[in-house]
């Protein structure tokens, strides 16, 4: 099977590019064929399928974003809405070579889904793994304010200004209109999807309250099999407690540090950055 592989970064960046790398290499052992489409960048892996690849643009202001070429104001919100570009360069990739199926990880802001009718045309079917909560949340974490948030439940997308749930009022702006457009009025999720891959019951769940009506798979993220396992001895054996994460409020680093506190005959261990 030959399978269109779709992730803004074709480096390692984040969790869902781990899982995207994790993907590929499982599927390549299974003798099936991986094409990626993403953005350009330096620091890519390299690909035979680069040339086809969209230009480069970042909204944040991270450590290790790359300066954008003329790229600002109305042009940055243009291509959250439409990524013109993006779809030009797959419906490229798509005329050389023909994917059984189309399998998006996190494209959102950057490619947008200028890519869906792009891949309905060419009769692809497109499945989706959700890696967080882009589909239902403006700010994609359902959480505001130091506390979960689920204001924008339907379609009330002006709250992500409202709140500044982006931090900035015109990122939180840009991801209001982008939410109205591509859901209240557009649909462009809704029709062109042919399942909605979830990591976790709870999300899907939270698809379903939240409205959506297309398929839902549970899938839950996986890691590969060590090679060997050692079996440690008892005097080896330490109860302790693992945190692996951005090192960032929403992933609940502060309610680790808190446990830790309370717990202080138990280790902890924390990995990120």
């Known amino acids: 099977m030959r399978v269109l592989l779709v992730n803004k970064f074709w480096?390692?960046?984040?969790?869902?590019?781990?899982?995207?790398?994790?993907?590929k290499?499982?599927?390549e052992a299974a003798g099936h064929e991986v094409i990626p489409f993403a953005m350009l960048d330096e620091r890519n892996v390299a690909t035979p399928w680069a040339e086809y690849f969209t230009p480069h643009v970042d909204f944040w202001d991270a450590e290790d974003a790359v300066p954008n070429q003329a790229v600002?104001?109305?042009?940055?919100?243009?291509?959250?809405?439409?990524?013109?570009?993006?779809?030009?360069?797959?419906d490229a990739l798509l005329k050389e070579v023909?994917?059984?199926?189309?399998?998006?990880?996190?494209f959102a802001h950057q490619i947008s889904p200028s890519i869906l009718p792009v891949l309905a045309r060419h009769r692809v079917p497109i499945a989706w793994t959700l890696?967080?909560?882009k589909l239902l949340c403006p700010n994609y974490r359902m959480y505001t304010k130091g506390l979960p948030c689920e204001r924008c439940k339907g379609h009330s997308y002006a709250n992500a200004i409202r709140y500044n749930?982006?931090?900035?009022?015109?990122?939180?702006?840009?991801?209001?209109?982008?939410?109205?457009?591509h859901h209240?009025?557009?649909?462009?999720?809704?029709?062109?999807?042919?399942?909605?891959?979830?990591?976790?019951?709870?999300?899907?769940d939270k698809l379903r309250a939240w409205g959506w009506h297309g398929r839902v798979e549970v899938i839950p993220?996986?890691?590969?099999?060590?090679?060997?396992?050692?079996?440690?001895?008892?005097?080896?054996?330490?109860?302790?407690?693992?945190?692996?994460?951005?090192?960032?409020?929403?992933?609940g680093i502060a309610d680790v540090l808190a446990a830790a506190e309370r717990l202080p005959q138990v280790p902890f261990a924390i990995i990120g950055d």
Request: charged share 20%; net charge negative; proline share 5%.
């Open 11 to 23: 480096y390692p960046k984040g969790g869902s590019e781990r899982y995207a790398f994790l993907l």
């Open 25 to 27: 290499d499982l599927l």
């Open 72 to 90: 600002h104001g109305l042009q940055k919100l243009m291509t959250v809405l439409w990524n013109r570009t993006a779809a030009e360069k797959l």
């Open 98 to 106: 023909k994917p059984d199926v189309a399998h998006l990880q996190n």
């Open 131 to 133: 890696h967080d909560y």
């Open 165 to 181: 749930c982006m931090g900035t009022l015109g990122a939180s702006s840009g991801v209001a209109i982008e939410m109205y457009l």
């Open 184 to 204: 209240a009025l557009t649909n462009v999720y809704g029709k062109h999807l042919d399942v909605v891959i979830a990591p976790s019951q709870f999300l899907a």
């Open 221 to 251: 993220n996986f890691v590969p099999a060590p090679e060997a396992h050692r079996t440690a001895s008892p005097e080896e054996v330490t109860d302790r407690v693992l945190f692996v994460g951005r090192l960032t409020e929403e992933k």
